[in-house]
Every structure is written in structure tokens, then in C-alpha cells.
């Protein structure tokens, strides 16, 4: 969300920087609905004193005497109430067309984020780890998993539909060992405060953190109008509405192993084999609210929170900066984490970390007070997956795979399995 002053005060800026994102030129659309809604609260304030100009006039003429001056002014100011009640009502439906203008407007992009128009112009910043080497044509991860009869994807089709999988046995275990080693990683070493947060939230929740109204095809809905999270950034993000923190709050780090659910609607005929694009998953989220000088470094440790978790598991992976026109709806910088799965060939993303500046913080109202000064500053917010437990099941399924098709258990999971160290048939 934005501040509309500041958009008056700096169009030019406002639209190159919606440029850089693919969008036409909007600021003057956007100041003149709010040179609409200002001419109209002006008349509302200039009806209003006319209407306690006139309440006075009626006083003043019953005490003179004067019946037709005050029935004059009676009827004046009933004209004027009239006025105001519709003049209200009207005046709310011009500040909610603001809002709803600058609703579906995605944040702006740091000025040094790459330039580009898709993936193909993201820039690579590192890599790490090695790539494995095998003596075989390594397997894809459902190849592996449905001859060890732990994958089963037909089970999962016929209980709800597509892009759903049952898991069994040793993978379940594996995919279950992952979130826990993410949440110790994170709460143990990374100084990141575990929550529970509920799965189902309100329109106020998915607004707040910029899911709604943009993104309403993509999320699932109740039939009592709560939606399921498709990701726990929104719940976690979300606990700060309303909030005033003192500077020395902050910052404030949560992480959650939850349950997501997203409808996939844009991407039909994607990745449709397999594990890796579900309509439910599991993701350890990553989520930080700072201040506003704090925020540039916090995406860079939180970037660095995500990494580590590929590092202790052994996997090769690359981390690059997304451009303007394939970062997300709410980000200003984001970093993506791919992993390299053999079978496929190919890296793909893990995780994805972003920093939303006060984006968020001005649609939740959450703000906090700076040392020694009068006026509130919004928060920034940061979210980052830490990573995509799904994913990463994948990434050791065929990173860890043996020629017979078992799966060897990466050491720091081990503890987490019971001193399982291979998954068999």
C-alpha cells in the first residue's frame, strides 16, 4: 500500500518506478481520484459550518422574535443535515476507490534491483556446495519414490483430486525429520521465535499482507469466508496489526512449520508430475519485522538463515537476485534459493526471501515509535521460506539416491530418524 501525498509529491518517481515493473503510468489517475475526494470532504467541511452557522441563526431569531428568519433557518439547516448524511456516504465511497486503486498496485523495487521483464534476467549473486556425481542416470523424485511404494499420487487422486501425493513410510519420515531439523536450525541457532499460528484467516489477515484483493484466485476459501494460508507468512506477518512497538522491540523473528494450501490456478500443465507444485505442502516460514533502518540487513541474514539449511544438508544450490519484473506482488529486493535436483537436470527454487519495506506495515497499521521522536514510523516486514519442506524432500530423494533406487539419510538428519541411514523398499 501507499501514501497517496507521497505519490502526489513524487509522480515522475512513483511512475518509473511502476515502469521498471511493467506498469503504464498511473500517478495522475491516482491524484486526480484524490483531487475528487479532497473537493468533496471541502464541501462537506463547508456545509458543516454553514450548518452551525445557520443552528445559531435559529437562536438568534426566536429570541427576536423574527418567526420567518427561523423557520428560514430550520429549513436550511435540514437541507444542510440532508446534505451532509448522503454527502457522507458518498465520501466514503470515494476513499475506498483510493484504496481500492492503490490495493492492486505492487510495491516499487529498490532503485539498484536488476531491470528485466522475466526469470531469464535474474542475476545469479552465488553458488555453493557441489553438484553429486553419479555412476547412473540419477531417477526423479517420484520415479524413486512410487517404486519404493512411498510415493503414491493415484491414492492421493482418488481420496482428493490432483496435485495432492500420500506419503508412507520411510519418506514420510524423512519429509517429517526436515521440518524439525528446519525448526531446531532456526529457533537454536538462528534466534527465531517458534509460533503455532492457525491455518485459517480472516479478509483483514490476507489483506494486511497483501494476498487480497490481488491474489484472491489463488487461495482457498471457506464456506464461512475465512481462507486457508498459502503460507504462514500471512498469520505470522499478520500478529503485528495494529501494534505500536517501542524501537527497542524490534527486531522481531518468527518462524512456523505449517500446513500451506494454494490453488495453482495460473499454473495449469506446470509440473504436473510429481511432488513438486501441490495444492497442500509444507513450508517452515521465516518472518521478520524491523525497523526501517534495520530491514536491508535483515534480508540479508535472513537470506543467509535459508542457505545455511541447504549447507547442513549438503545439497548444491544457487542463490540469485530477482528483477523487477519477476518479483512478487509486495517485494522490493527478493533472493531466490534453487537447489539442483539432478533428475530433473535443473536447479529449481527452494526458497524466496523478500523485503517488503513499509508496504505491508501501512496496510496492517502496524508502527512503532522511534527513540526520542513524536511521529510513529511504519514497520518494515520481511518473510523468507526456511525453507520448502516439500521441496527439500525432493532435493534429498534425488540428491541422496543410490543405483538399487534406496535413499541414503543425510547425517543431520539422522537423529531425526531414528538412526535410519538408508530408506528402503
Known amino acids: 500500500m501507499f501514501d497517496i501525498k507521497w505519490i502526489r509529491d513524487n509522480p515522475d518517481k512513483f511512475d518509473a518506478a511502476m515502469k521498471r515493473r511493467g506498469n503504464d503510468p498511473i500517478a495522475a489517475d491516482l491524484v486526480a481520484l484524490d483531487d475528487k475526494r479532497r473537493a468533496h470532504v471541502a464541501k462537506l467541511q463547508d456545509a458543516q459550518e454553514e450548518r452551525n452557522r445557520a443552528s445559531k441563526e435559529i437562536g438568534k431569531a426566536k429570541a427576536s422574535g423574527d418567526e420567518a428568519a427561523a423557520q428560514a433557518a430550520i429549513e436550511e439547516v435540514a437541507k444542510l443535515k440532508s446534505f451532509l448524511q448522503t454527502g457522507e456516504e458518498e465520501g466514503k465511497t470515494l476513499s475506498q476507490a483510493v484504496t481500492d486503486a492503490l490495493a492492486v498496485l505492487p510495491n516499487l523495487p529498490y532503485d539498484?534491483?536488476?531491470?528485466?521483464?522475466?526469470?531469464?534476467?535474474?542475476?545469479?549473486?552465488?553458488?555453493?556446495?557441489?553438484?553429486?556425481?553419479?555412476?547412473?542416470?540419477?531417477?526423479?523424485?517420484?520415479?524413486?519414490?512410487?517404486?519404493?511404494?512411498?510415493?503414491?499420487?493415484?491414492?492421493?487422486?482418488?481420496?482428493?483430486?490432483?496435485?495432492?501425493?500420500?506419503?508412507?513410510?520411510?519418506?514420510?519420515?524423512?519429509?517429517?525429520?526436515?521440518?524439525?531439523?528446519?525448526?531446531?536450525?532456526?529457533?537454536?541457532?538462528?534466534?527465531?521465535?517458534?509460533?503455532?499460528?492457525?491455518?485459517?484467516?480472516?479478509?483483514?489477515?490476507?489483506?494486511?499482507?497483501?494476498?487480497?484483493?490481488?491474489?484472491?484466485?489463488?487461495?482457498f476459501r471457506t464456506t464461512d469466508g475465512r481462507w486457508l494460508i498459502p503460507t504462514a507468512e500471512v498469520p505470522l506477518t499478520y500478529m503485528g496489526a495494529d501494534e505500536i512497538y517501542g524501537q527497542g522491540d524490534l527486531p522481531i523473528r518468527m518462524t512456523a512449520h505449517t500446513a500451506c494450501f494454494r490453488s495453482e490456478a495460473g499454473s495449469a500443465g506446470r509440473d504436473t508430475r510429481g511432488y513438486l507444485r501441490q495444492h497442500q505442502f509444507y513450508k517452515v516460514e521465516l518472518v521478520?519485522?524491523?525497523?526501517?533502518?534495520?530491514?536491508?540487513?535483515?534480508?540479508?541474514?535472513?537470506?543467509?538463515?535459508?542457505?545455511?539449511?541447504?549447507?547442513?544438508?549438503?545439497?548444491?544450490?544457487?542463490?540469485?537476485?530477482?528483477?523487477?519484473?519477476?518479483?512478487?506482488?509486495?517485494?522490493?529486493?527478493?533472493?531466490?534459493?534453487?537447489?539442483?535436483?539432478?533428475?530433473?537436470?535443473?536447479?529449481?527454487?527452494?526458497?524466496?526471501?523478500?523485503?517488503c519495506g513499509d508496504f505491508q506495515g501501512r496496510r496492517m497499521n502496524s508502527r512503532y515509535r522511534v527513540d526520542g521522536e513524536k511521529q510513529l514510523q511504519f514497520v518494515h516486514t520481511l518473510n523468507g521460506s526456511g525453507i520448502a519442506v516439500g521441496r527439500a524432500l525432493i532435493a534429498v530423494m534425488e540428491n541422496y539416491q543410490n543405483e538399487d533406487g534406496t535413499i541414503n539419510v543425510p547425517d543431520v538428519l539422522k537423529p531425526y530418524m531414528g538412526g535410519v541411514s538408508v530408506i528402503g523398499a
Not at 154 to 180: D, T
Not at 288 to 297: F, G, K, L, P
Open 112 to 219: 539498484d534491483v536488476p531491470e528485466g521483464a522475466d526469470e531469464a534476467d535474474n542475476v545469479e549473486v552465488r553458488k555453493a556446495g557441489d553438484k553429486p556425481a553419479f555412476n547412473f542416470k540419477p531417477k526423479e523424485h517420484f520415479e524413486l519414490g512410487e517404486a519404493l511404494g512411498q510415493m503414491d499420487f493415484e491414492a492421493a487422486a482418488k481420496i482428493s483430486g490432483s496435485r495432492f501425493a500420500v506419503l508412507k513410510g520411510g519418506i514420510a519420515r524423512l519429509e517429517r525429520a526436515l521440518g524439525q531439523f528446519m525448526l531446531d536450525l532456526h529457533t537454536q541457532e538462528h534466534d527465531y521465535t517458534e509460533i503455532q499460528p492457525p491455518l485459517l484467516v480472516r479478509d483483514e489477515a490476507a489483506y494486511g499482507t497483501d494476498k487480497l484483493p490481488k491474489f484472491a484466485d489463488d487461495l
Open 288 to 355: 521478520s519485522i524491523t525497523d526501517q533502518d534495520s530491514s536491508a540487513e535483515e534480508h540479508q541474514r535472513m537470506t543467509k538463515c535459508a542457505e545455511t539449511v541447504l549447507d547442513k544438508l549438503g545439497l548444491h544450490y544457487r542463490t540469485v537476485e530477482l528483477c523487477t519484473g519477476d518479483m512478487g506482488f509486495g517485494a522490493r529486493r527478493t533472493y531466490d534459493i534453487e537447489v539442483w535436483m539432478p533428475g530433473q537436470d535443473t536447479y529449481r527454487e527452494i526458497s524466496s526471501c523478500s523485503v
